[in-house]
């Protein structure tokens, strides 16, 4: 079994696409809500795979040897799951809530290899 990081992703082109910010405020209260209860159907489905649940990002700082500046991307929550494979855990995120309810973009998927020499 290897574990992979899940990063899902949301941009402001997104988030303006969907409407979500200009939707009747009761009408997206009631999609938050489906939205959280079908995520959670998602998280009770593949809680023999989640490692670490992980949660939604805030603001972004770079650090680099420039220093420390703000940045904007489109990262916008994590997860670390087990899978036999790319495809396995692909697999676990079609129809994702993050993308099906939200106006998220994307879940990208990586593996968490091991640090060489540990």
């Known amino acids: 079994?290897?574990?992979?990081?899940?990063?899902?992703?949301?941009?402001?082109?997104?988030?303006?696409?969907?409407?979500?910010?200009?939707?009747?405020p009761e009408k997206r209260k009631v999609l938050e809500k489906s939205g959280i209860e079908a995520w959670h159907g998602w998280m009770n489905k593949n809680q023999q795979s989640i490692v670490f649940h992980g949660g939604p990002l805030g603001k972004t700082k770079s650090i680099s040897r420039n220093g420390v500046s703000d940045v904007v991307n489109n990262l916008a929550g994590?997860?670390?799951?087990?899978?036999?494979?790319?495809?396995?855990?692909?697999?676990?995120?079609?129809?994702?809530?993050?993308?099906?309810?939200?106006?998220?973009?994307?879940?990208?998927?990586?593996?968490?290899?091991p640090v060489p020499g540990m």
């Open 1 to 24: 079994m290897k574990q992979y990081l899940a990063i899902y992703t949301g941009s402001r082109e997104a988030r303006e696409k969907s409407g979500w910010d200009q939707m009747d």
């Open 78 to 113: 994590y997860i670390v799951i087990n899978a036999e494979s790319y495809e396995d855990a692909a697999e676990k995120f079609l129809d994702h809530p993050h993308f099906s309810i939200f106006p998220g973009d994307a879940v990208e998927i990586m593996e968490c290899l």
